[in-house]
């Protein structure tokens, strides 16, 4: 069914998707049981998932200044501005951030190493100067005080010395971003989209910022084009014939008026 029994609105393809694995997992479940001679939804396609433009994005001023908010006199503050600073420079997701190890940084060369990221597949990212240096103090002066033994390598701890859950990171930023007064969704992802979006706007190939974001299908970074309003609308204002077309208007009006008025029209 693609509608709801209770009043008829379409199912969401999203919704959609849950209920035919439900289906295929228990089917499969059958085959394994022998209960059945094959699995009849195994060849059920999957409904394509829509691609939701971010509808919000950090402009660079409030980018500065949510990875400022943290103080940075304190541990777990330099620990939380290290964290923002590598989700902003490098579009990071939450997962790839919380499975980050010590060796996977190499703050010398500016990068880090992301392994096995969504799709179990690893990539090379860049790490800003500004970052590196959050990241570097972070390494020097407050893990070595948060890590306790045995120490897996996982590089941001909580206060009790171990990786943090998930919903905890995003918790984290959160926080950050109602400090900032910012009355949208998104925390972790927010800044993924920040990131792609300025880089957009800042020259990037499209196609580079793919390779950071490790989206294996460049459909998903186009997305980003469609983000990036503002740098489109000062290439339309340059470019476009019709540019003073307000002025040209008024202009054209009052000749004419005087014309009119000369002629008695």
Known sequence: ATRTKKDGRPISQVTQGGQIVAVRQFFIWLTRQRLILYNPAADVPMPKRPRALPMYILTADQADRITSLPDAT?????????MLELLYSSGLRRAELHSLKVGDVVLDQGIARIKRGKG?????????????????????????????????GTLFLTTQGRAFHLNRLTQIVRGYLDRLGWKHRGACH?????FATHMLEGGADIRHIQAML??????????????????????????????????????????????DRKHEI
């Open 120 to 152: 179990q597949k690893d990539r090379v990212v860049p790490i800003g100067a500004r970052a590196c240096e959050w990241v570097s103090r972070y390494l020097r002066e407050v893990r070595p005080r948060l890590c306790v033994a045995p120490d897996d």
């Open 190 to 194: 927010l800044m993924r989209h920040t």
């Open 214 to 259: 490790g989206h294996e299908d460049l459909s998903s970074t186009q997305i980003y084009t469609q983000v990036s309003v503002k740098k489109l609308k000062e290439v339309h204002e340059r470019a476009h014939p019709a540019k003073d077309g307000r002025a040209k208007s008024a202009r054209v009006h009052r000749e004419l008026g005087a014309f």
């Open 74 to 82: 304190t541990d777990l503050g330099i620990r939380d501005r290290a």
